[in-house]
């Protein structure tokens, strides 16, 4: 048997989840996880325009394990987001309402997260069912030289050990 | 993509199997699934299992008719 694992999207003050294992992720200046395009990012007439946070957290929802370790994010190395966009991501903890970023302070650029080198969200180990490990907090900016529409998906991958 | 499951025979041994490919881990080493999902925020996202066996740290990883050696630690 196998832990069953989600990754879920928390937004507003209580952190309500949405799966997301295999739905959108929109980028967006408000905190909802619903994908449309209100509330778009909006191209600055100087320096950026941040996006609001998105919390994102593994999630056991079921299975049978013993214990799951080693929880890592990574991405496939090259921002395929386009001209003037940058995703960034860190770890946190203790969950926050997500907010409009400021500033890239405790951020790296997420495409800085590979497989031969990816952000640690905990070494465990975790067992039972429930959210496990830190959440990997993502922020977008646009910038100046940003071209309109949505932008082209990119691969973002969780991974862990499990016994 | 199947994920393997992993049991003991009964001399003790690790034994990892994804239902087609077995791999048995004779020793005092370590055997463990390394999973993934990639693809997270997309429709097109996959779940990938490796089975991990490693023994005086050299690592085998096998994911279907695949099979890695190294002491490198490797991600799906």
Redesign the interface.
């Known amino acids: 048997?196998?832990a069953t694992?989600q990754?879920i999207e928390k937004n507003g003050a209580g952190g309500t989840a949405t799966d997301?294992?295999?739905?959108?992720?929109r980028f967006k200046n408000a905190d909802n996880a619903t994908v449309d395009t209100a509330n778009p990012m909006v191209k600055p007439g100087a320096g950026v325009d941040y996006s609001f946070e998105k919390w994102?957290r593994m999630n056991v929802s079921g299975g049978t394990y013993t214990e799951i370790t080693n929880v890592?994010a990574?991405m496939d190395g090259g921002n395929g987001l386009g001209t003037g966009v940058t995703l960034y991501a860190k770890a946190v903890a203790s969950y926050a309402t997500p907010a409009e970023a400021t500033g890239t302070g405790g951020y790296a650029d997420a495409f800085t997260y590979t497989?031969?080198s990816?952000l640690t969200l905990g070494a465990g180990p975790y067992t039972s069912t429930g959210e496990k490990a830190d959440h990997l907090v993502m922020m977008l900016t646009v910038g100046t030289t940003v071209s309109g529409g949505i932008t082209p998906?990119e691969?973002?991958?969780?991974?862990?050990?499990?016994? | 993509m199947p994920v393997h499951q992993i049991t003991r025979d009964e001399h003790g041994h690790q034994i990892g199997s994804d239902g087609t490919i077995t791999v048995s881990l004779i020793g005092n080493g370590k055997m463990f699934k390394r999973r993934a999902i990639k693809g997270v925020g997309t429709e097109g996202a996959q779940e990938v299992c490796w089975l991990v066996c490693e023994l005086d740290g050299v690592r085998v990883y096998q994911s279907g008719r695949n099979v890695i050696v190294s002491r490198a630690d490797i991600n799906p």
Do not use: R
């Not at chain 1, 997301?20 to 992720?25: E, M, V, Y």
């Not at chain 1, 691969?155 to 862990?160: Q, Y």
């Open positions: 048997m196998a694992v990754i997301k294992t295999s739905g959108n992720i994102l890592k990574y497989s031969g990816p998906s691969t973002l991958t969780l991974a862990w050990d499990e016994i």
